[in-house]
């Protein structure tokens, strides 16, 4: 059995961008799927999938991304092995292009799980990773959100997610050939987010969590809410301990992140076996999902 499952965000997406994240996840499926598919490895298939998603201007992840209080972009990224319980991960680190392949390379070539800030782009120039410009990462849609949103002392991230602003961030998870869960996790944070705010989505456990005997989860929502709840890990915990299947253990992830942190978000998941899920409490999540039994792709937004 192989398997493979990407998110490209839960939110109220308009009727407008739908096709955008259709093609946006269907797309990063493929490119995961044929690496899966030609013996490839999880690891290669969940960064490959994400860069795809991060270079695509849609999604909140590399370019694209939202743009913090200072006007700056600041990238979060995480990826985790579940088999090695390796996990390499990046905060808020500016001018990468690819946020996943830095954070897979502090998995690769670190003993360390998360470098932050001036650290990270460091470890990124002496492993030969080029910086970009900061106008690589810039659309004009974020740029012109950023604008609107200035003078707005009463902003904040949870009034973003009350109000079904855009949560883009994207993640994959992988099971490989040889019985490996990998799980990954990209994005920008959220719009106009304090200097150095860093989300669930770096953090192992909260955003990004894999463990080849039980199964891999990738988050999106609000990270203040699913840092309260560890919310990747709980749900892992529940097919572990509880013996959940991938359904009902999402869907109590989920139950829980809205009941204990008032939380808002969505959740991808994957079984030990490859068997996947979805639970997510906003109106609409953007999610794509193979597995060596099925003919065809599945593709919703
Ligand atoms: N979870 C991300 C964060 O809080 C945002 C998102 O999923 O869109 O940084």
């Known amino acids: 059995m192989i398997s493979f499952i990407v998110h490209g965000g839960a939110w109220d997406i308009p009727d407008e961008m739908l096709d955008a994240h259709y093609q946006g996840v ?17 690891v290669d298939a969940v960064e490959k999938a994400i860069r795809y998603l991060e270079d695509d201007p849609t999604f909140d992840a590399g370019r694209g991304s939202f743009v913090n209080a200072l006007g700056e972009i600041e990238l979060d990224a995480s990826i985790m092995n579940g088999t090695s319980f390796r996990c390499g991960a990046i905060a808020s680190v500016q001018n990468i292009r690819n946020p ?22 460091r470890f990124a120039l002496e492993n030969g990773m080029q910086q970009c410009k900061s106008d690589d990462l810039l659309v004009g849609r974020e740029l012109q ?14 009034d973003a997610f009350k109000k079904k602003l855009p949560s883009d961030t994207v993640g994959a998870i992988a099971l490989d050939k040889n019985g490996i869960i990998v799980s ?17 989505s770096p953090l192992i456990g909260c955003g990004t969590y894999a463990d080849s005997s039980v199964g891999g989860v990738s988050c999106t929502g609000w990270g203040e809410a699913i840092i309260k709840v560890a919310l990747a890990k709980t749900i892992v915990d529940q097919m572990e301990i509880n013996g959940d ?3 009902v253990a999402a869907k109590i992830g989920i139950d829980r992140l809205q009941k204990k942190a008032d939380g808002f978000g969505g959740v991808i998941v994957l ?12 109106p609409r999540m953007a999610r794509a999902y193979r597995t060596s039994e099925m003919t065809t792709d599945i593709v919703v937004v």
């Open 184 to 200: 990954g996790t990209s994005t920008g944070g959220t719009p106009n987010k304090y200097p150095g705010r860093v989300g669930d």
């Open 271 to 282: 079984n030990k076996n490859g068997v996947p899920a979805v639970a997510f409490n906003t």
């Open 26 to 42: 269907k797309n990063a499926l493929e490119i995961g799927w044929h690496i899966l598919s030609n013996g490839g490895s999880g």
């Open 245 to 247: 299947d991938p359904e």
């Open 100 to 121: 996943i392949s830095l954070a897979r390379l502090i998995m690769d070539k670190s003993e360390h799980v998360l470098i932050t800030g001036m650290g990270a782009v």
């Open 145 to 158: 959100r950023w604008k609107d949103l200035q003078g707005k002392s009463t902003f904040s991230t949870k």
